[in-house]
Antibody, heavy 116, light 107 residues
């Protein structure tokens, strides 16, 4: 069955960097675009970034453009989110999601807390 | 960016009730709308895509309708497992955007 497992979250100081990973299994990873979506504590969902199945095309929300980089390693079935210049308002649970037409499978999320 | 507005924000209902949640888009999104259910501490779960197509494995008491700028999610015969927060999401254009959520609580 489809499994997505995020890791890499934690507490980080403002201005620092963090890299999230999402390990995929149970499907042909290289055939699907992938997304990152985040949810601040007690708030709604915010789409963050998308990467095409081959990694050539990427899209970002304005709130993270220039600071976050989405990438993937199809040989390792792993999705990444490199987060630089982190701010307090980046504090959230970060989910990776598989995209068919829509985000049909989601991981359990990893919590990123940006705090001094 | 396309703004998605859900109503109501909170809905109190009883087991067996018919529940309707509305989602409005700030511009036409054709039928490129999905609905997700989220329970506390869990990831969202896809219910409906392309406005009215039921995702595999989702109970038939869930249904979606609408096109253009106005959409509805209906639950026919609310079950205990349905108390959760529901989000609409447009995928007509980037950035993809979500509604603010509708919490369905026990009356």
């Amino acid at each position: 069955q489809v499994q997505l497992v995020e890791s890499g979250g934690g507490v980080v100081q403002p201005g620092r960097s963090l890299r999230l990973s999402c390990a995929a299994s149970g499907f042909t990873f290289s055939s699907y675009p992938m997304d990152w979506v985040r949810q601040a504590p007690g708030k709604g969902l915010e789409w963050v970034a998308l990467i095409s199945n081959d990694g050539r095309d990427t899209y970002y929300a304005d709130s993270v453009k220039g600071r976050f980089t989405i990438s993937r390693d199809n040989s390792e079935n792993t999705l990444y989110l490199q987060m630089n210049s982190l701010r307090a308002d980046d504090t959230a649970v970060y989910y990776c999601a598989r995209r068919s037409t829509v985000m049909d499978y989601w991981g359990q999320g990893t919590l990123v807390t940006v705090s001094s | 960016d396309i703004q998605m507005t859900q109503s109501p924000s909170t809905l109190s209902a009883s087991i067996g009730d018919r529940v309707t949640i509305t989602c409005r888009a700030s511009q036409s999104i054709s039928s490129w709308l999905a609905w997700y259910q989220q329970k506390p501490g869990k990831a969202p779960n896809l219910l409906i895509y392309k406005a009215s197509s039921l995702e595999t494995g989702v109970p038939s008491r869930f249904s979606g309708s609408g096109s253009g700028t106005e959409f509805t999610l209906t639950i026919n015969g609310l079950q205990p497992d349905d108390f959760a927060t529901y989000y609409c999401q447009q995928y007509n254009s980037y950035p993809w955007t979500f509604g603010q959520g509708t919490e369905v609580e026990i009356k």
